[in-house]
């Protein structure tokens, strides 16, 4: 048995966040991750932070595009708190070291992303923005934290509704046993459900799986975001093209030039993202080829270092103006049901980030938004455990019978998922997977904890990829109304 006052499982912006603020505190904190520490979706983004700190921005009108883009499905209690705390955590994250891109005026420069009003995206590095602030979240950490790399969390320890712990086997295949006061799940989304995805490949929706089989509810778990222009080529997706090389021009058009967006939205190539990853993903349908067209982007290479490497390593040369592109799962707006502080429904089990679910997306998270989530959610998880000292129980293992069914691969799992929970969704073909899932219940009846010395590190993901993908058809089979990025296409 080990022992962890607080316990962080993942190591993305959510997770970083919560153990700087609590070191400096000189809190002790154990932080699990599943790869190396960099491995994490916030180290891939590419767009930035958005926060209402120009001179002509307000962080009501933060709050109005939030709202707009999750279609007022969000919190707004929880939208509030996000956008009007963030002017305050971002400029502390500044203050602590962290270096934002500067305009000729040597102001911080804000760039446009889709659906804000105005100019609101800090970045760092051009589109290097999640790694640079990964990197100084790593700098802000102090010795009392100890970051354990290659460790997957298997389970969690859970009583009568209440957290005291984790499950977990690294790489050498040691399993381990943690007690904690406080466990927190900050393992990102689900973006490896699906086969083309802009997500790191350790991001397979262990969290949720985890938090289901512990209890705690779920939340709108049917909406996610397909990013419309992941590079992509002969069907294989490379990487993400940011939005942001839409907001400095780029215009997606088809084999023959036309502008694709041409009459769909008014905000045309910059309309909400479910709407343009539809139009792409319709034209994709029907075998055509679409490109982002970027030859009005003046300095593209410069702006963008991240997209003109993953091209150039995947033979397209930014300078020939047409980048391939097609839509790919990218952010999971539903989680484990959770309050801006983090508290989940079973106690002393915490969750930030992406695995979270506070209601600020809504129906569809608005760009950018969600890095600032991250950093301002897991400031006030931090606070919230410095102002609430809890002992928790350390509750004996009870031994678990039930074994694992044989799984289907990841590649069937993706398969399904794209063709039966996707962009586009039919009633009848989401009755058909979960009819398909259900087949995989280790006892015929539900995805129940397992005895964690019955499946190996890999079958215990394949197991958490059919448990997320199971719950989250159910819950796309219970919206009857097409919202948001919940698209249902009448058969
Ligand atoms: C390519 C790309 C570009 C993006 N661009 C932007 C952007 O510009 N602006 C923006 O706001 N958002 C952007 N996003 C979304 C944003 O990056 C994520 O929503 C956010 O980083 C999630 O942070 P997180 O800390 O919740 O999770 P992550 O950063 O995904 O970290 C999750 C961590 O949990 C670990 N983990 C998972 N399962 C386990 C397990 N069983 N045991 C132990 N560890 C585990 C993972 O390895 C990882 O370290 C982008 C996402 C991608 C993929």
């Known amino acids: 048995m080990?022992?962890?006052?607080?316990?962080?499982?993942?190591?993305?912006?959510?997770?970083?966040?919560?153990?700087?603020?609590?070191?400096?505190?000189?809190?002790?904190?154990?932080?699990?991750?599943?790869?190396?520490?960099?491995?994490?979706?916030?180290?891939?983004?590419?767009?930035?932070?958005?926060?209402?700190?120009?001179?002509?921005?307000?962080?009501?009108?933060?709050?109005?595009?939030?709202?707009?883009?999750g279609c007022n499905l969000n919190d707004p209690e929880a939208v509030m708190k996000l956008v009007s705390t963030a002017p305050g955590v971002i400029k502390e994250f500044i203050e602590s070291g962290m270096v934002f891109d500067k305009d000729e005026k040597g102001e911080l420069a804000f760039g446009r992303e889709a659906a804000h009003r105005l100019n609101r995206v800090i970045h760092a590095g051009g589109d290097k923005t999640g790694l640079r602030v990964v990197e100084q979240l790593i700098r802000n950490l102090t010795t009392d934290v100890t970051v354990k790399q290659n460790e997957m969390a298997l389970d969690l320890r859970v009583k009568d509704g209440k957290c005291c712990g984790v499950i977990t086997r690294d790489d050498k295949g040691e399993k381990h046993i943690y007690h904690a006061n406080y466990t927190i799940l900050a393992t990102g989304g689900i973006g490896q459900l699906y086969p083309s995805t802009s997500n790191d490949v350790t991001i397979t929706g262990d969290g949720l799986a985890m938090a289901y089989r512990a209890g705690a509810k779920l939340k709108n778990l049917e909406f996610i975001q397909f990013h419309p222009t992941m590079l992509t080529i002969d069907g294989n997706a490379y990487g993400l093209v940011s939005e942001a090389c839409r907001g400095a021009g780029g215009i997606l058009v088809n084999e023959k030039g036309e502008r694709i967006m041409e009459g769909v939205h008014p905000m045309k190539d910059l309309a909400p993202r479910d709407v343009v990853a539809r139009q792409v993903y319709a034209h994709t349908l029907k075998g055509e080829k679409i490109y982002l067209d970027i030859s009005a982007v003046k300095d593209f290479k410069k702006k963008f270092p991240t997209v003109t490497s993953i091209c150039?390593?995947?033979?397209?040369?930014?300078?020939?103006?047409k980048i391939p592109v097609a839509p790919g799962a990218h952010f999971h707006m539903g989680g484990v049901e959770a309050t801006t502080e983090g508290l989940t429904s079973v106690e002393g089990l915490y969750a930030v980030g992406e695995v979270a679910c506070t209601g600020v997306h809504g129906a569809n998270r608005l760009a950018s938004n969600s890095l600032l989530e991250g950093i301002v959610f897991g400031k006030l998880l931090a606070d919230y455990i410095l102002t609430h000292p809890k002992k928790t129980e350390n509750f004996p293992e009870e031994p678990i019978k039930t074994k694992l069914k044989s799984l289907p691969t990841k590649a069937e799992i993706r398969e399904k998922m794209m063709e039966f929970v996707g962009i586009v969704r039919h009633e009848k073909k989401m009755l058909d997977i979960l009819d398909w899932f259900k087949q995989y219940m280790p006892n015929g009846e539900d995805f129940t904890r397992i005895d964690p010395d019955s499946a190996t590190n890999e079958e215990t993901e394949l197991y958490n990829m059919v448990t997320a993908g199971y719950l989250i058809a159910k819950a796309a089979f219970s919206r009857k109304e097409s919202i948001g990025a919940h698209f249902i296409k009448e058969d």
Do not use: F, W
Request: charged share 25%.
């Open 2 to 69: 080990e022992e962890a006052d607080i316990l962080v499982i993942g190591s993305g912006i959510g997770a970083l966040s919560v153990a700087g603020q609590l070191c400096k505190h000189k809190r002790k904190v154990t932080v699990i991750t599943k790869g190396l520490k960099k491995a994490c979706n916030s180290s891939l983004a590419q767009g930035g932070i958005s926060v209402a700190l120009s001179k002509e921005d307000d962080y009501h009108y933060h709050y109005e595009d939030t709202m707009a883009a």
């Open 312 to 321: 150039e390593e995947h033979g397209v040369d930014p300078d020939d103006g």
